[in-house]
């Protein structure tokens, strides 16, 4: 249990709780015990999904914590405080073999939307409220809002939130491809467990690679990318995972996967 982030399981579903009252602001130590705790549950053969959510009523992460901010101002470069932090926990998730659902409610702004952008799969109750804030504050986005964002939404899209300031709805973020699914509040929690629930079904090598490919190939040319697919594809195929998926399929029956 730590001071900010406790971790519950449910099955082969590890849902873990951004707990830093009123609103879940991130602040360096959050970021710091955040990522450890990701990487810990990367590295457990028993967990093969995770659901990332935040406690209370008000919020997935409202922001940053800007309290920290004014010590930022002669910090090194290469800190960067909580932006550099949110970066750290991106990286993190992309290089984990074990995929990360964003459960949104509330507000999802600044640091949270960007925390948001760098899961795998996001889910958001439609009345939740997502935006990059930052320039209200003289500021841009740090922690990845001007580089995950128009990737997911476009380049006009990214820059209207980013230069307007202001929030949309889960369900026009849905909309918009900044989240994958959007959903009445009351099915927020149900839908985002489902999703992590059959992902952890799954053969735990298939979906290692599929990840692994989602980070290393998104920038590379169409060739080069259906290059390291093929790899992939020939590297499931000679799991034990792929022959129990294949034999399971001839046999009529349920596959068991080990992982291996």
């Known amino acids: 249990m730590g001071e900010y982030v406790t971790t519950e399981q449910d099955g082969r579903v590890a849902v873990v709780t951004i707990d830093n009252p009123p609103v879940n602001a991130l602040k360096a130590a959050l970021l710091e015990e955040l990522e450890a705790e990701l990487l810990r549950l990367d590295g457990d053969a ?26 930022l101002r002669d910090a090194p470069p290469q800190e960067g405080g909580s932006a550099r932090g949110i970066q750290k ?3 993190a998730i992309d290089g984990m073999r074990t995929p990360v659902v ?12 960007e ?35 128009p990737r997911l939404a476009g380049a006009g ?34 839908t985002a467990l489902g999703l992590a629930r059959a992902i952890a079904a799954r053969s735990p090598v298939a979906v290692g690679v599929l990840k692994e490919l ?3 190939t998104r920038d590379l ?9 093929a790899d992939g594809f020939r590297r499931c195929l000679a799991s034990e995972d792929g022959l ?7 046999e009529k029956r349920e596959p068991v996967f080990t992982g291996r």
């Open 157 to 190: 899209r990214a820059m209207l939130l980013n230069l307007t300031g202001d929030p949309i709805a889960g369900s026009q973020a849905a909309a918009w491809g900044i989240v994958d699914v959007a959903v009445p509040a009351a099915e927020l929690a149900g």
């Open 46 to 71: 028993g967990v093969g999904a995770i659901v990332l959510r935040g406690a209370g009523e008000r919020a997935f992460v409202a922001g940053a914590d800007i309290k920290e901010f004014p010590s």
């Open 89 to 91: 926990v991106a990286f």
């Open 102 to 113: 964003a459960q949104i409610h509330g507000f999802c702004l600044g640091g949270g939307l």
């Open 214 to 216: 989602a980070a290393e």
């Open 244 to 250: 129990e998926g294949v034999t399971a399929f001839i």
């Open 221 to 229: 040319p169409l060739a080069d990318g259906l290059a390291r697919e």
């Open 115 to 149: 925390l948001a952008m760098a899961c795998d799969i996001r889910v958001a109750a439609e009345d939740a409220q997502l935006g990059q804030p930052e320039i209200k504050l003289g500021l841009i986005p740090g922690g990845g809002g001007t580089q995950r964002l």
